[in-house]
């Protein structure tokens, strides 16, 4: 262990990011200041992810996070890839040799319930309503104005500042960061519905619709997702149940962007600040989640330097992934589907591409976090 960092640290943003960062940094010892724009954690019904993945369970073992996510959260046993309803591939998570199952499902919200929880027995907890709203200085002495919810504002010169604030990142803007990458044409939708009984939350399922693709996920046990690049989606769900209520929709548009480097001086991004990427493959959080470990890790080595170098090649492997990915589900071209449709059945048979596959749904295709032996 490197000498602990005595220096002020400011954290804006408490998203799943930021609250990993102030609980990994209080379990080291080191204080953080934590604020959020937001009133309040996500609200579990609007909760974006849901996957919680293998190498997320590794690193918030030491915290103890893993085990209350563990208590709460639902295996996902199977991956199902079908075709206008027409079933093409199975993938049986169970054959998968790690510690965790590759993915869990948790609301996003609820995992940040716990992350606070944690966070709480530290005497620590986000200043909410609180938003940085500008920034002068430069990166190496960072000063930032802060608008509380009473309308008094307050200037805070941290020693540290971490831009944890979201794809629409005020730090990264203000210091200059690039964020250099490009928007997709396709348009995601999405609808939760709550059912009138219990259903089965044990698989993922992925329907071609060609063109187009209708996902269907667990949210809880009784409440399944629809993710879709269709607009009229909802008219094709064949509910498992009598509906009790629509939940949450919403629609996204994605973006492929990451920044070019993750510090200069004494200003460091992570999460969506630093990346945005399809929810393709559930990596958005995770990678958030283990970009603040790093972080906290290093900066409790006195080696935050080396931030950016490290994590970097972890960001372009996901986004690398989750682009193919997102091609490969929006196909539209007939050929290509049809094409699509043909080749699809023979990964029942090719063990090898099944491991790879729940190898990146594990998280575990980016360097292994080194202060934790044997980590997959
Ligand atoms: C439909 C959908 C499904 C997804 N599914 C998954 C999944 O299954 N698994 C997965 O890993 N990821 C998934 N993601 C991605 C995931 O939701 C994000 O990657 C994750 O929320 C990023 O966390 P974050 O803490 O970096 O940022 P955010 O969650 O956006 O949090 C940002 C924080 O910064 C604060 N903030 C913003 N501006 C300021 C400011 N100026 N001053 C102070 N505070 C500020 C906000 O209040 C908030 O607290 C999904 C995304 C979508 C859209």
Same mark, same amino acid.
């Given at each position: 262990m490197?000498e602990?960092?005595?220096?002020?640290i !400011?954290?804006?943003?408490?998203?799943p990011?930021?609250?990993?960062?102030?609980?990994?940094?209080?379990r080291?010892?080191?204080?953080?200041? !934590?604020?959020?724009?937001?009133?309040?954690?996500?609200?579990?019904?609007?909760?974006?992810a849901?996957?919680v993945?293998?190498?997320?369970?590794?690193?918030?073992?030491? $915290?103890?996070v $893993?085990?209350?996510?563990?208590?709460?959260?639902?295996?996902?046993?199977?991956?199902?890839?079908?075709?206008?309803?027409?079933?093409?591939?199975t993938?049986?998570?169970?054959?998968?040799?790690?510690?965790?199952?590759p993915?869990?499902?948790?609301?996003q919200?609820?995992?940040?319930?716990?992350?606070?929880?944690k966070?709480?027995?530290?005497?620590?907890?986000?200043e909410w309503?609180?938003?940085?709203?500008?920034?002068?200085?430069?990166?190496?002495?960072?000063?930032?104005?802060?608008?509380?919810?009473?309308?008094?504002?307050?200037?805070v010169?941290?020693?540290?500042?971490?831009?944890?604030?979201?794809a629409?990142?005020?730090?990264?803007?203000?210091?200059?960061?690039?964020?250099?990458g +490009?928007?997709?044409?396709?348009?995601?939708?999405?609808a939760?519905?709550?059912?009138?009984?219990?259903v089965?939350?044990?698989?993922?399922?992925?329907?071609?619709? +060609?063109?187009?693709?209708?996902?269907?996920?667990?949210?809880?046990?009784?409440?399944m997702?629809?993710?879709?690049?269709?607009?009229?989606?909802?008219?094709?769900?064949?509910?498992?149940?009598?509906?009790?209520?629509?939940?949450?929709?919403?629609?996204?548009?994605?973006?492929?962007?990451?920044?070019?480097?993750m510090?200069?001086?004494?200003v460091?991004?992570?999460?969506?600040?630093?990346?945005?990427h399809?929810?393709?493959?559930?990596?958005?959080?995770n990678?958030g989640i283990?970009?603040?470990?790093?972080?906290?890790?290093?900066?409790?080595?006195?080696?935050?330097?080396e931030?950016?170098?490290?994590?970097?090649?972890?960001?372009?492997?996901? !986004?690398k992934d989750?682009?193919?990915?997102?091609?490969?589900?929006?196909?539209?071209?007939?050929?290509?589907t049809g094409?699509?449709? !043909?080749?699809?059945?023979?990964? +029942?048979?090719?063990?090898?591409?099944?491991?790879?596959?729940?190898?990146?749904?594990?998280?575990q295709?980016?360097?292994?976090?080194?202060?934790?032996?044997?980590?997959?």
């Amino acid at each position: 262990m490197g000498e602990r960092s005595e220096k002020s640290i !400011l954290i804006a943003g408490a998203g799943p990011t930021g609250l990993t960062l102030a609980l990994e940094l209080a379990r080291r010892g080191v204080l953080s200041r !934590l604020i959020a724009k937001a009133s309040s954690p996500t609200p579990t019904h609007e909760s974006r992810a849901l996957g919680v993945n293998a190498r997320t369970l590794t690193l918030l073992e030491a $915290s103890g996070v $893993s085990a209350m996510i563990l208590a709460k959260a639902r295996r996902l046993t199977k991956f199902k890839i079908l075709a206008a309803g027409k079933p093409l591939v199975t993938i049986e998570t169970e054959t998968f040799r790690s510690r965790y199952c590759p993915i869990q499902i948790l609301p996003q919200g609820e995992t940040e319930r716990l992350l606070l929880q944690k966070l709480s027995s530290f005497g620590i907890a986000p200043e909410w309503s609180t938003e940085l709203t500008a920034l002068s200085g430069d990166g190496k002495k960072p000063v930032v104005t802060l608008q509380h919810a009473d309308g008094r504002t307050e200037t805070v010169a941290p020693d540290m500042l971490v831009g944890a604030d979201g794809a629409h990142s005020a730090v990264r803007k203000a210091f200059g960061f690039a964020f250099p990458g +490009n928007a997709i044409d396709s348009r995601f939708f999405l609808a939760d519905y709550r059912y009138a009984q219990p259903v089965d939350t044990s698989f993922i399922e992925m329907n071609f619709l +060609n063109p187009g693709v209708l996902g269907r996920l667990p949210v809880s046990e009784d409440t399944m997702r629809y993710l879709s690049t269709v607009e009229d989606f909802e008219t094709r769900i064949d509910h498992p149940a009598m509906v009790q209520e629509r939940t949450w929709s919403s629609e996204f548009s994605i973006s492929f962007r990451h920044v070019e480097t993750m510090n200069r001086g004494n200003v460091f991004l992570a999460g969506d600040a630093a990346h945005v990427h399809s929810p393709a493959g559930a990596r958005g959080m995770n990678l958030g989640i283990e970009d603040a470990c790093w972080l906290a890790f290093l900066i409790s080595e006195s080696r935050e330097r080396e931030y950016s170098d490290l994590r970097m090649p972890a960001v372009k492997t996901v !986004l690398k992934d989750t682009r193919r990915n997102t091609a490969f589900i929006t196909l539209k071209n007939p050929a290509l589907t049809g094409l699509r449709s !043909l080749l699809l059945p023979l990964v +029942n048979h090719m063990p090898g591409l099944t491991t790879a596959f729940l190898h990146n749904a594990a998280g575990q295709d980016t360097p292994p976090p080194p202060w934790i032996p044997g980590a997959q």
